[in-house]
């Protein structure tokens, strides 16, 4: 039985960090390519859900995590800071738990998802809450790095991309070769810029034949690379992504354009019904920000795009038990059925009789 070493021991000599560099990792990638029927019927396509809240921390940003967390413990780093809408956070309070250094965290005050805060703190962060926006947080932590022996693992550092492109590895070595179309959320924009790292890495040592066209989704609130300006003023239930100056701006319209592909929007509305349809109809529990690249397919598939045919992997980001209680709003209904304890009224309120 293979198993799976995390993803610097499986693909240590693609990533472009010192070779030397022992691995700080939590097992971290190997995640599932799950087959949405629901969207494979919906399209006429084949289409693939990159499930990445089966992370350790649950979600995409441990793959980078490790890479950014093994080098600064080679390099001799004692402290690590990031600016996080909250996963970034987990996952680099966790692996620096993991390397026994300390994680410093700053995020918005108020707007990050309980669930985030508690694994940040329970790996022992110290958290500062900043009166102020992921951009102002990310302001902070570039500048406590420049000043003070504090390692930055935030996305600007490369390390992060070499990790995160290990996605799309995973992707061609299960599927055989790129798929037509990768679709995914874009906040910071990391995320989009790693996996065209990752895919043209491949293409180019001839492990694929083609690349994919890229399709990434923001939320209207916080939707810079639709727009072509900063949002100021970021806002969207889809904390995760609430982001008005991304760092990785030009790196992720680079991956659009050299692809023939796009930025569109979508509505905190449409993020929410695909979050709730994904779960119910594919039995996979994503958080708000995760369902963008699914709303976006939607809203595609409404405007007249199709995708029939075709080979689509859309990435879903984080796992749905990081934000339970977006997901639990507007199921108050279902959340009062109390009964007292007997089979004739379990009967009735289940619609049996
Ligand atoms: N989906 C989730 C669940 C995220 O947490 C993020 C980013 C994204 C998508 C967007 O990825 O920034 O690479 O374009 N979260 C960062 C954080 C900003 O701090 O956790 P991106």
């Known amino acids: 039985v293979h198993q799976w070493r995390g993803v610097i021991e499986e693909y240590r000599e693609l990533l472009d960090i010192p070779q030397d560099t022992p691995a700080v990792t939590l097992g971290e990638g190997g995640t599932p390519l799950v087959e949405s029927r629901w969207l494979s019927e919906v399209t006429g396509g084949q289409v693939w859900l990159k499930v990445e809240g089966d992370n350790p921390t649950g979600s995409f940003k441990d793959r980078g995590m490790t890479a950014a967390l093994s080098v600064a413990v080679h390099q001799g780093a004692q402290a690590v800071v990031c600016a996080s809408t909250g996963n970034t956070s987990a996952s680099m309070a966790a692996y620096a738990a993991?390397?026994?250094?300390?994680?410093?965290?700053?995020?918005?005050?108020?707007?990050?998802?309980?669930?985030?805060?508690?694994?940040?703190?329970?790996h022992g962060a110290q958290v500062i809450m900043v009166r102020g926006n992921f951009d102002?947080?990310?302001?902070?932590?570039?500048?406590?790095?420049?000043?003070?022996?504090?390692a930055l693992v935030n996305?600007?550092?490369?390390i992060r991309l070499e990790g995160q492109k290990t996605a799309s590895f995973e992707v061609v070595d299960r599927l055989g070769d790129a798929p037509d179309f990768h679709l995914l959320p874009v906040g910071n924009a990391g995320n989009i810029s790693a996996y065209w790292l990752g895919y043209r890495q491949?293409?180019?040592?001839?492990?694929?034949?083609?690349?994919?066209?890229?399709?990434?989704?923001?939320?209207?609130g916080a939707a810079p690379l639709v727009t072509g300006q900063p949002f100021p003023n970021p806002e969207t239930k889809a904390t995760a992504i609430?982001?008005?100056?991304?760092?990785?701006w030009k790196l992720a319209e680079s991956?659009?354009?050299?692809?023939?592909?796009?930025?569109?929007s979508v509505t905190d509305e449409q993020i929410l019904i695909a979050q709730r349809q994904l779960a119910s109809n594919d039995g996979v529990f994503v958080e708000p920000a995760s369902a963008a690249g699914i709303?976006?397919?939607?809203?595609?598939?409404?405007?007249?795009?199709?995708?029939?045919?075709k080979t689509v992997v859309v990435t879903v980001t984080g796992h749905g038990l990081k934000d339970t209680v977006t997901a639990l709003e507007g199921f108050g209904d279902v959340v009062d059925n109390v009964i007292d304890a007997n089979v004739d009224d379990a009967a009735a309120v289940a619609g049996l009789v």
Request: hydrophobic share 40%; proline share 6%.
């Open 295 to 309: 709303a976006g397919m939607l809203q595609d598939l409404e405007r007249g795009e199709s995708y029939a045919d």
């Open 242 to 248: 609430r982001i008005g100056n991304p760092a990785s």
């Open 136 to 150: 102002d947080c990310l302001k902070i932590s570039r500048g406590l790095a420049e000043h003070y022996p504090v």
């Open 202 to 220: 491949y293409a180019e040592l001839g492990r694929s034949t083609r690349l994919p066209v890229m399709r990434a989704y923001q939320a209207e």
């Open 98 to 122: 993991k390397a026994r250094i300390k994680p410093l965290v700053l995020v918005p005050e108020g707007k990050i998802s309980a669930g985030k805060m508690a694994q940040a703190i329970m």
């Open 255 to 264: 991956a659009a354009s050299e692809s023939g592909g796009r930025f569109a």
């Open 155 to 158: 996305s600007v550092n490369p």
